[in-house]
């Protein structure tokens, strides 16, 4: 099993748990990026600077998951592709994206993008917070303990 996260977007504090949790199993971890990243001197965690662009470290993502493979994303749609390929979607607020559960995801966010094209104005996703951190950090430690 890999573990990849679509990093642009996500929090340096799940990175730090992504880290320590690489270093702990030895699972291979890599993240994907537009810019370089810092990670750890571990022969297990790398990261990819791919070209700027709409959805290009997705596909990077989706052309290298396989199956029983982790990604850790709030992207969606990045979540449907790799779950049709087989694999695990964690978003960092320690949801995990299913095939149950996809389908209606991607309507309300496709419901959404609607209506902000149409001139309503929404708030955005709520602050990340300490629950949300301690919440990725229980999901990923379940996930990992089941493929042992």
Same mark, same amino acid.
Not at 55 to 75: K, P, R, S
Not at 81 to 97: C, D
């Given at each position: 099993m890999?573990?990849?996260?679509?990093?642009?977007?996500?929090?340096a504090v799940?990175?730090?748990?992504?880290f320590?949790?690489?270093q702990?199993?030895?699972l291979?971890?890599? =993240?994907?990026?537009n810019?370089?990243l810092?990670?750890?001197?571990?022969?297990?965690?790398?990261?990819?600077v791919?070209?700027?662009?709409?959805?290009?470290?997705d596909?990077?993502?989706?052309?290298?998951v396989e199956v029983?493979d =982790?990604?850790v994303?709030?992207d969606?749609?990045?979540?449907?592709?790799?779950?049709?390929?087989?694999?695990h979607?964690?978003?960092p607020?320690?949801?995990?994206?299913?095939?149950?559960?996809?389908r209606?995801?991607l309507?309300?966010?496709?419901?959404?993008?609607?209506?902000?094209?149409s001139?309503?104005?929404?708030?955005?996703?709520?602050?990340?917070?300490?629950?949300?951190r301690q919440a990725?950090?229980?999901q990923?430690?379940r996930?990992?303990?089941?493929?042992?």
């Amino acid at each position: 099993m890999h573990v990849w996260v679509d990093a642009d977007a996500c929090p340096a504090v799940i990175k730090e748990i992504l880290f320590r949790a690489a270093q702990r199993t030895g699972l291979p971890l890599t =993240l994907v990026a537009n810019q370089p990243l810092r990670t750890p001197p571990m022969p297990n965690i790398r990261s990819v600077v791919v070209a700027a662009g709409f959805d290009v470290a997705d596909n990077h993502i989706v052309q290298a998951v396989e199956v029983g493979d =982790l990604v850790v994303t709030a992207d969606i749609p990045l979540a449907a592709e790799v779950i049709a390929k087989g694999g695990h979607a964690l978003n960092p607020r320690g949801e995990f994206y299913s095939t149950e559960n996809i389908r209606q995801r991607l309507n309300m966010r496709d419901f959404m993008d609607t209506m902000r094209s149409s001139g309503v104005q929404m708030g955005g996703p709520a602050a990340f917070s300490q629950k949300d951190r301690q919440a990725f950090a229980n999901q990923l430690d379940r996930f990992l303990a089941q493929r042992r």
